[in-house]
């Protein structure tokens, strides 16, 4: 279902009785889920680096976006709602954990198909700078930590980052310079 078909089963879901509207709203709300929840899951991984935390911030996301589905206007985004509201959660938990360090790890995963027609040297080494990466990431500050995920991980344009954070143009492509020289800075000494 696209975002415009969501948006206009969610407002049309008060043309009954309250019973009916709950109950619809519910349907429409899980199609929501389950379109974006491995998005929100991913984007949370990727700012926390940490994938319990990840689920938490997914959940929260949902639960915070259920009692506002409603207020979102035609031709809004789904996603960017949600992605705004994510990042703000992730920004939240890393405020609050600042001076804690979180393992990072990566969420199970099965070998994918090609992993096992390849070199097991290629496989570790691949999973090494992955891991790597994801160190790198973690110690950016959360605001360039935000638009490199965005930008190069999440692959959004400037113009979708902007509906996420609404900053100038020009402080977004700033952030992602400087956030990918820090990133850069913190690799030479590792690789």
């Given at each position: 279902?696209?975002?415009?078909?969501?948006?206009?089963?969610?407002?049309?879901?008060?043309?009954?009785?309250?019973?009916?509207?709950?109950?619809?709203?519910?349907?429409?709300?899980?199609?929501?889920?389950?379109?974006y929840q491995d998005n929100v899951f991913r984007l949370a991984f990727h700012l926390t680096g940490s994938a319990?935390?990840?689920?938490?911030?997914?959940q929260e996301t949902f639960v915070a976006a259920y009692g506002t589905l409603g207020k979102l206007r035609p031709?809004?985004?789904?996603?960017?709602?949600?992605?705004?509201?994510?990042?703000?959660?992730?920004?939240?938990?890393?405020?609050?954990?600042?001076?804690?360090?979180?393992?990072?790890?990566?969420?199970?995963?099965?070998?994918?198909?090609?992993?096992?027609?390849?070199?097991?040297?290629?496989?570790?080494?691949?999973?090494?700078?992955?891991?790597?990466?994801?160190?790198?990431?973690?110690?950016?500050?959360?605001?360039?930590?935000?638009?490199?995920?965005?930008?190069?991980?999440?692959?959004?344009?400037?113009?979708?980052?902007?509906?996420?954070?609404?900053?100038?143009?020009?402080?977004?492509?700033?952030?992602?310079?400087?956030?990918?020289?820090?990133?850069?800075?913190?690799?030479?000494?590792?690789?």
């Amino acid at each position: 279902m696209e975002d415009e078909a969501l948006l206009a089963a969610f407002a049309s879901a008060g043309d009954g009785s309250v019973r009916e509207l709950e109950a619809e709203r519910r349907r429409t709300f899980r199609a929501v889920v389950e379109r974006y929840q491995d998005n929100v899951f991913r984007l949370a991984f990727h700012l926390t680096g940490s994938a319990e935390e990840a689920e938490d911030i997914a959940q929260e996301t949902f639960v915070a976006a259920y009692g506002t589905l409603g207020k979102l206007r035609p031709g809004s985004s789904i996603e960017a709602w949600l992605t705004s509201i994510a990042v703000n959660r992730a920004r939240d938990f890393l405020k609050s954990h600042r001076h804690a360090k979180t393992e990072v790890v990566a969420p199970d995963e099965m070998p994918q198909q090609a992993d096992r027609d390849r070199n097991p040297e290629e496989v570790a080494s691949e999973g090494q700078r992955e891991q790597l990466l994801r160190e790198a990431i973690e110690h950016l500050p959360p605001a360039y930590r935000t638009v490199v995920v965005l930008r190069d991980i999440e692959d959004k344009s400037y113009e979708e980052i902007r509906e996420v954070l609404p900053l100038p143009l020009t402080t977004l492509k700033m952030r992602v310079i400087r956030g990918r020289l820090m990133l850069r800075k913190y690799l030479e000494g590792r690789l």
